[in-house]
C-alpha cells in the first residue's frame, strides 16, 4: 500500500506563496508519476499539476499555469507544489496523489491511483 502525507498548506494573503510537500512512502517512489488536485466547496475536485516519474514532464491546469510549479525529489520520496501569486479563487484543500504507470514520461490528469488526506489553503483578499 502506498502512503501520502502532505503538510505545507495554512493562510496567505493574496499575492503570497506557499509551498506544499507530499511525502510517499509503501513502494518505489520513483515507479509512480505525481499530481496535485485541489477541491473547494461546492465544486468538484481538479487537477492542479502534475509531473512524470522521471520529472522531465510536468503539466498544469489553465489557471495555475505561470503562478504554480511542481517539482519532485526521488531521493527523498516528495513532490512539490510551488504556490506563487496566490489568488482568493485558489483557496481550496489540495491534495497530492499517484499513478502507478509503466511510462516514465507520461502525466495524466485523472484516474490516479493513490491520494493523500489533503491540506488546507486559505487564501485571504
Known amino acids: 500500500q502506498v502512503q501520502l502525507v502532505e503538510s505545507g498548506g495554512g493562510l496567505v494573503q493574496a499575492g503570497g506563496s506557499l509551498r506544499l510537500s507530499c511525502v510517499v512512502s509503501?513502494?518505489?517512489?520513483?515507479?509512480?508519476?505525481m499530481g496535485w488536485f485541489r477541491q473547494s466547496p461546492g465544486k468538484e475536485r481538479e487537477f492542479v499539476a502534475g509531473?512524470?516519474?522521471?520529472?522531465?514532464?510536468?503539466s498544469y491546469s489553465d489557471s495555475v499555469k505561470g503562478r504554480f510549479t511542481i517539482s519532485r525529489d526521488n531521493a527523498r520520496n516528495t513532490v512539490y507544489l510551488q504556490m506563487n501569486s496566490l489568488k482568493p479563487e485558489d483557496t481550496a484543500v489540495y491534495y497530492c496523489?499517484?499513478?502507478?504507470?509503466?511510462?516514465?514520461?507520461?502525466?495524466?490528469?485523472?484516474?490516479?491511483?493513490?491520494w493523500g488526506q489533503g491540506t488546507q489553503v486559505t487564501v485571504s483578499s
Open positions: 509503501g513502494r518505489i517512489f520513483s515507479d509512480y508519476a
Open positions: 509531473i512524470s516519474r522521471s520529472g522531465a514532464r510536468t
Open positions: 496523489a499517484a499513478d502507478y504507470t509503466s511510462s516514465a514520461a507520461y502525466v495524466r490528469t485523472f484516474g490516479y491511483d493513490y
